[in-house]
């Protein structure tokens, strides 16, 4: 649907009469054609989202400040975290910190400030200007009763380090304190790699690996089972990431590592402040970006993107009746022109919401504006479902599912 207007919900009934009279083969046939049907639309009235791509105004007429976030429900009320951006090209540095917004229908938001400042200090890892922090998502832990905030962090600013962020509060909004930065699972092998190649590398490999010059894009000679295993000294890499917090409490850190050619699902520690140590690898070689997950009917899905920096490119879909995998893609997930399955309606996938007490979930996304990046806009699209359950994305109201 065009996210300005309602969606109504056009259901086919047949009366009681009208069924009375049908033999019962028919019968049958009519309801299982009627529940399909009905499946394959949205339940209830849509979520009334803000137009794509337009200004998106805070309740003092100033638009949102919260690129590449994620949102937290608690305690009846929306979180958005986001990257506050600045103008210009400069604004691609991280030179404020992550703004929150607040809401309670998803389409009014009032600004809650900062959540997280950079810092002032020069030899911080998030000093002001200095680094680039991204993709922030904040989780709440039921048993410590603190908000935790994961980011993408490159210290020195220039997309060397693909380290992580880790921040904590005791009020949703903040303010986070700031607890240090890392490099992932240091010294862990993933779960699911066979013993042989649970080995660091001989030196003609790392050799190897030097000469390739992999900056972070894809490479036709990407090296599929070598990365991991030479960051397994000093923690393996990530750069675009969410967060997840299953049915049983359990957390989970979703990030494109291995020079952003293979993507790590990696459990966090039930503080949710560090990792377990268990994780696995998923689609190495296929340059995953903008993981997006979610999970319907006890199944998961992910969507990302694929690897070309800020200009935007096709989405991919994935699912898995376990998180920690087997991952089966399923292709893209988009349907409207050629144009818009190309380019992911021009926007980049940053997080799956799940609509609070309602069978329905929203795809968000970013539409960058590099050369000013405060000037980004936001894409949310409500996902529909398919008659067999697969997620799509349109723009199209009333697209009836197959
Ligand atoms: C994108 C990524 C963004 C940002 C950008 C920099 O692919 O999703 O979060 O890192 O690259 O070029």
């Known amino acids: 649907m065009r996210n300005g207007g309602r969606n109504v919900v056009k259901t086919s009934f047949l009366t009681y009469n009208e069924l009375n009279y049908m033999n019962t083969k028919i019968k049958m046939k009519a309801i299982i054609f009627c529940l399909c049907f009905a499946c394959a639309l949205p339940l209830g009235a849509q979520t009334n989202l803000l137009p794509n791509g337009e200004i998106w105004s805070d309740e003092n007429g100033v638009h949102i ?3 590449g976030g994620g949102i937290l429900f608690h305690d009846g009320r929306y979180y958005w975290f986001g990257e506050h ?16 917004y607040s809401s309670s229908d998803l389409r009014n938001w009032t600004d809650e400030g900062i959540a997280l400042h950079v810092s002032d200090n020069p030899e911080s890892d998030i000093a002001r200007g200095r680094c680039i922090l991204e993709r ?27 380290r992580s962020g880790v921040a904590v509060a ?14 992932i699972n240091e010294g862990f092998w993933p779960m699911n790699v066979a013993g042989h190649l649970k080995e660091l590398l001989r030196p003609d490999e790392v050799e190897y690996i030097a000469e390739l010059r992999l900056t972070g894009g894809f490479h036709p000679d990407y090296p599929r089972d070598m990365v991991f295993r030479r960051d397994f000294i000093g923690g393996q890499m990530a750069r675009d990431m969410t ?20 993507l790590h699902i990696a459990e966090l520690a039930d503080d949710y402040l560090s990792h377990s140590g268990a994780f696995v690898r ?6 995953h970006e903008a993981p997006a997950i979610f999970k319907k009917d006890g199944k998961y899905f992910l969507f990302a993107s694929g690897c070309t920096g800020w200009a935007p490119n096709a989405a991919r879909l994935a699912t898995a009746e376990r998180i920690m995998g087997e991952w089966t893609e399923l292709g893209n997930p988009c349907r409207g022109s050629k144009e818009e399955c190309e380019t992911t309606f021009r926007a980049q996938s ?53």
């Open 282 to 287: 998923i689609f190495p070689g296929r340059f």
């Open 136 to 162: 922030p998502k904040v989780i709440y832990n039921a048993q410590t009763k603190k908000f935790v905030m994961w980011f993408h962090l490159e210290v020195g600013g220039n997309y060397q380090s693909a």
């Open 243 to 262: 967060l997840f917090v299953d049915d049983d409490g359990k957390a989970y850190h979703i990030y494109s590592s291995e020079e952003n050619g293979t």
């Open 85 to 100: 951006k600045i103008e210009g090209t400069a604004g691609n540095l991280a030179h404020v910190g992550v703004h929150c």
């Open 170 to 183: 005791d009020c949703v909004t903040g303010p986070y304190q700031f607890l240090r930065s890392m490099r």
């Open 65 to 67: 400040n919260a690129h």
């Open 350 to 402: 940053t997080f799956v919401l799940k609509v609070h007490d309602k069978d329905e979930w929203i795809f968000m996304a970013d539409r960058w504006c590099p050369n000013n990046a405060i000037d980004g806009r936001y894409v949310w699209i409500p996902i529909r479902f398919d008659a067999a359950g697969t997620p799509y994305l349109t723009l199209e109201e009333n697209e009836p599912g197959e």
